[in-house]
Each structure stands twice: as structure tokens, then as C-alpha cells.
């Protein structure tokens, strides 16, 4: 994988420049490019195991966005993010920053009681209290799925009703517990399962991962 050059973390950086944790953000990461390389790689290891599924697997019984995701997919597997962001990465950046300045705008109350619509439309993870490391890993895996929407739709494969927010992300939420169940350790595993006040993402927590695992292992030895 090719480093990330400083430009596009500039310009990213700038476009979101309304989101008030955005300045610092970037900033850690054009000061920490290689460990960036590394989340990124990261989220590549999910998607390569999601390719490697079989499209009748059994585990799509306990791992329905897995399952929705494989769908839809059919044969074709997800490019890495590098391949994914050649002609699709500008056009994702812009899909990204209204939902996050309307998570924005959610955390700081300017919208006292949000409606589940807002709920479903807002990506919070920007403005999480967290470590800076953590919200540059959550904030690139939020621009990866809206790239990886703008290239699937080049292919012709979107769901009914269109791309919605975490139909990438939670399927592979369920990609790292199933490598975890298989015994391994995902890169991304202490950002997606440590929690805000741990310096993590807080998408899943402890008791989610155990369930899960709990419900793959029998199907993995079946």
C-alpha cells in the first residue's frame, strides 16, 4: 500500500474544516503517516476476510449485515481502499461532510431531540470525545464506506432503497469478531472495541464480541 500523501490529508482535512475536531485530526495524522498506513491496512485485512466468504456460508446466520453486504456483493469482491479511492475518493468526501456536520450539531445540542431520521442520517464518530489517534481511524473508515458507495454504484450493485450509513462498516464490525473467533488478532480490533473513554471508537464493546464469537464457533466446527 502507497503512502497517503499529504495532500489529500490536506484537502480532506480542509473540506471538513467545519467539524471542530477536524483541524487536529488532521493534523495527527500528516504527523503519524505511517501508523495512518497502518489503520488503513487495517480495514483492509476486514474486507479481505469478507471476500474470502463463501456466498452460501452458514454464518450468515448470526452475521445478517455480513449477510446483506454478500448480497449484494454477489461475486464481485471489494477492491482495497487504494483501488477504491482512484476516481471515487473526491466524490465520497463530499457525500461524507453533511452527515457529519449534522452528528456535529447532534453531539452539541444545537439539535436538542434528535429524530430517529437524524439518528440514521448523522455520522457521529467525528465528534466523539476520544483519543485524536481513534478519530482519525473512525473518520477514514467513515470516507472508505462512502467511497466504496460511490465505486459500487459504478458497478451497478446497490441494495433497494440505496447505500445507507454502516452497510460496509457493520459488516465488518462482524468480520473482525469472526476473525477473533478464529483466533486471530484484527489490527483494528482495540479502535472498534475500546471505548471513548479508553481512546477507542466504541462501534462494538466487550459483551457484543463475546455474543457474537459465542454464536460463530459452533458454526466454524460444524
Do not use: C
Not at 1 to 26: H, N, Q, Y
Request: hydrophobic share 35%; no cysteine.
Amino acid at each position: 500500500m502507497g503512502m497517503v500523501e499529504d495532500r489529500t490529508i490536506e484537502v480532506a482535512g480542509r473540506f471538513l474544516g467545519k467539524l471542530e475536531k477536524a483541524p487536529r485530526v488532521s493534523q495527527w495524522a500528516l504527523n503519524n503517516k505511517e501508523r495512518l498506513e497502518e489503520h488503513l491496512a487495517g480495514y483492509d485485512e476486514l474486507i479481505a476476510r469478507f471476500n474470502k466468504l463463501p456466498s452460501d456460508s452458514s454464518l450468515f446466520e448470526v452475521m445478517p449485515k455480513t449477510k446483506k453486504l454478500k448480497e449484494i456483493m454477489g461475486d464481485t469482491p471489494i477492491p482495497t481502499l487504494n483501488e477504491l479511492a482512484e476516481g471515487n475518493f473526491a466524490a465520497g468526501l463530499i457525500e461524507t461532510r453533511k452527515p457529519m456536520l449534522h452528528g456535529q450539531r447532534i453531539k452539541s445540542g444545537e439539535i436538542a431531540e434528535p429524530t430517529e431520521e437524524d439518528k440514521s442520517y448523522a455520522i457521529g464518530t467525528p465528534s466523539m470525545e476520544t483519543s485524536d489517534e481513534a478519530l482519525a481511524v473512525g473518520t477514514a473508515g467513515h470516507l472508505a464506506e462512502r467511497t466504496f458507495f460511490q465505486w459500487a454504484r459504478k458497478q451497478k450493485l446497490e441494495p433497494d432503497g440505496s447505500w445507507k450509513k454502516d452497510d460496509l462498516l457493520q459488516a465488518l464490525d462482524e468480520m473482525l469478531i469472526l476473525m477473533e473467533a478464529e483466533g486471530k488478532i484484527p489490527h483494528l480490533r482495540n479502535f472498534f472495541v475500546g471505548q471513548n473513554s479508553e481512546g477507542g471508537l466504541g462501534w462494538l464493546n466487550e459483551q457484543k464480541v463475546y455474543d457474537l464469537k459465542d454464536k460463530i464457533k459452533p458454526l466454524l466446527w460444524s
